[in-house]
């Protein structure tokens, strides 16, 4: 053969090949699409037959223990019965009224007899129940309780001549010491064991019979139709003396595949395969166009988070940092990284302030956010700063709330601006005060000359006796001093109200009881009620809680209130001239507050002047400030009360301030007030 007829040997060439690899990659996934399309129903059939007949084992053991457990406490109170009759406690109508009481809450028993120790029945729920000890069966259990002392059933049977339903008895042996007196026996018939035992739901689904040693069919419930046979199962009941076996036949048949699943699944699937092509090329599209739109969102949040001044830090629903911008990491001296993912203790919390910030804390994981609120943080160089705190629910696209958000404000700025017209309002008060000394300055010296004249008549005696005949009597020298002393102690106490009332100094807050305010202010008013004739009553509630207050502050507000009050009544009637001042607890608000009236009967406050009462510099008289009132409602409000004035019904004005109760934590209302 020449070479020219030589067979030129075939050649697969690497395109070939590429397109034959193409093609084998689809076909070896539709081959597994048809494999699986076969073999998923298949399995599923089976996985569902197999759950269904799990679950009927599972039912079938839970209906036996139910019918075991109905049974034993069957036995458990007829035991009780016994014993009572073994006792002597019970007999003839009692012991009938017992078991008919048993019979009412026990419905699977048809009828209980009480038999002596000779067979006869004494007791019987039911005069139909005699013809129970002529069953073999119920014999035969009855004597072997006798003998073996214990509990027996007998075997399921039908009654003596007679092709009714199966019956059952259970014999309960009454013994005194080994004397037989005889037994209880309690009648159940089958079908009615099946009828009271078995729950509804579980007949309407299963066929249920119980059949006996030989498997005859006893009783038989099949309240949802005859079982299919598919799914069955038999348990035998543990009874003593009994054989009888639950069986379950469920009445449904097993699953069955449509005929044209596989071909519809193919022709679903190739459709669904091309549309999911489809919309993943347009998904890509989307998608592509959304990260581009969220890059740009993305960058603008930044640049806008960036120029804030306010911080802002979001938390988890576990209080656990997941966010914070740079305006809050410049504010606590700390960056991102050392704060994101940080759990409470947080690093910017002052150690004064940790019990308050874990409370609230604890309050935040509750669900209990404050909105609002003032507290100190510290920076990393130890540096304490006051901010405004403002919280709120973070919740996601869709509604769910996944965490909290808060914005902070540093309000160092703002602190300091208030500390500065603080300043400025006390030494307002100040100079109130030394305006309301001047005016009573005349009164004052009068009120100080009458104590001075009688301790100088009080000493002049006493120096007459010592220099009479020679001879000292203390009994008569004492009288004079201890009045002299008194005297003195009435002008030094007026002395001291002045000078206390008149000095300048930083407030203090402390416990101060309301009884000790009014205390010290009553000297310097009474100058002023003798001179004008009025008379003044105090009405002080008893064991009033303390507040926390600063009380040389809360002593000016009372002299005002209540000079105020005095030179209302100056143009009254001197009958009418009655100054009262009352105390008492206030808990109409939910919270208990201390509520402090000054009221007079003079001319009132007209309308045109209530609108403006509290305004600075606005006053009705001709040589006032503008500033008592405006100066009294600042330190009542900066101690956390309020003061309000109505219309006495009686004419004149009652002024009310309140006052919130000591909390008894001394250490947190010292931080708030260096806040």
């Not at 009967?601 to 007209?606: L, R």
Request: with cysteine; net charge negative.
């Amino acid at each position: 053969m020449s070479s020219s007829e030589r067979p030129i040997p075939f050649r697969f060439d690497l395109p070939s090949r590429r397109q034959a690899a193409r093609w084998l990659l689809p076909a070896f996934l539709i081959l597994l699409v048809l494999t699986a399309l076969l073999w998923l129903p298949w399995q599923a059939q089976r996985m569902e037959s197999n759950d269904r007949q799990e679950q009927l084992i599972a039912d079938t053991l839970w209906v036996e223990q139910a019918i075991r457990f109905q049974l034993s406490s069957d036995e458990e109170s007829l035991g009780l019965i016994g014993s009572e009759v073994a006792s002597g406690y019970l007999s003839g109508t009692r012991l009938r009224e017992r078991l008919q009481t048993l019979m009412r809450n026990n419905r699977e028993i048809n009828c209980i007899d009480y038999v002596d120790a000779s067979g006869n029945v004494q007791t019987s729920t039911d005069d139909a129940c005699a013809h129970l000890a002529q069953s073999n069966a119920s014999a035969n259990a009855a004597e072997h309780a006798r003998q073996m002392h214990t509990p027996q059933y007998s075997q399921p049977a039908p009654i003596a001549g007679n092709n009714g339903p199966m019956q059952m008895d259970f014999h309960l042996p009454l013994f005194n010491g080994e004397r037989y007196l005889g037994s209880l026996i309690a009648n159940y018939r089958m079908d009615n064991i099946l009828d009271q035992m078995v729950p509804w739901w579980f007949a309407q689904d299963n066929e249920i019979s119980l059949t006996d040693g030989d498997d005859n069919v006893i009783a038989r419930r099949a309240a949802g139709g005859l079982g299919h046979g598919v799914y069955t199962h038999a348990h035998a009941m543990e009874l003593t003396g009994a054989t009888i076996t639950l069986h379950t036949n469920s009445t449904k048949s097993a699953p069955k595949l449509l005929p044209n699943l596989l071909v519809g699944s193919v022709v679903f699937l190739s459709l669904g395969l091309l549309w999911s092509l489809w919309a993943l090329w347009r998904d890509i599209n989307r998608r592509l166009r959304a990260e581009g739109a969220l890059r740009q969102q993305v960058a603008f949040r930044t640049a806008m988070e960036n120029s804030l001044v306010t911080g802002l830090r979001a938390r988890d629903l576990d209080g656990r940092i997941t966010y914070v911008n740079p305006a809050f990491c410049q504010m606590v001296g700390a960056t991102p990284e050392q704060l994101i993912g940080k759990l409470p203790p947080m690093p910017y919390w002052a150690p004064e302030a940790i019990d308050e910030y874990r409370e609230r804390f604890a309050k935040v994981l509750a669900g209990h956010v404050t909105p609002q609120f003032e507290t100190i943080f510290l920076r990393a160089n130890g540096e304490r700063f006051p901010v405004l705190v403002f919280e709120s629910p973070l919740v996601d696209d869709s509604g769910k709330q996944t965490g909290w958000m808060g914005s902070i404000l540093d309000i160092s700025d703002r602190k300091r601006a208030e500390e500065l017209s603080r300043q400025q309002q006390e030494k307002l008060q100040s100079s109130a005060r030394l305006a309301s000394m001047g005016e009573i300055a005349s009164t004052l010296a009068h009120e100080l000359n009458q104590p001075l004249a009688a301790i100088s008549s009080y000493t002049s005696g006493a120096l007459n006796i010592l220099n009479g005949d020679g001879t000292l009597d203390p009994k008569v020298l004492r009288p004079a001093l201890e009045k002299a002393n008194a005297q003195a102690q009435r002008a030094g106490q007026i002395i001291r109200s002045v000078h206390a009332f008149v000095k300048q100094r930083e407030p203090n807050r402390e416990t101060v009881q309301i009884q000790s305010l009014i205390d010290n202010v009553m000297p310097l008013i009474e100058l002023q009620a003798h001179q004008l004739l009025v008379s003044i009553h105090a009405s002080i509630a008893p064991a009033l809680p303390p507040v926390n207050a600063d009380r040389m502050l809360l002593e000016q507000v009372l002299f005002n209130l209540m000079r105020n009050a005095l030179e209302a009544m100056q143009d009254t009637l001197p009958e009418r001239r009655m100054l009262r001042v009352q105390a008492a607890l206030d808990t109409s608000t939910g919270s208990e507050r201390i509520q402090v009236s000054v009221i007079d009967q003079g001319h009132g406050i007209a309308d045109v002047v209530a609108e403006r009462l509290f305004s600075p510099f606005f006053s009705t008289k001709a040589e006032g400030m503008g500033m008592g009132l405006n100066i009294c409602r600042t330190t009542i409000e900066f101690h956390g009360g309020t003061l309000t004035h109505a219309a006495n019904p009686n004419g004149g004005t009652i002024f009310t301030f309140t006052l919130p109760v000591a909390t008894g934590n001394m250490e947190l209302e010292h931080v708030a007030h260096r806040r």
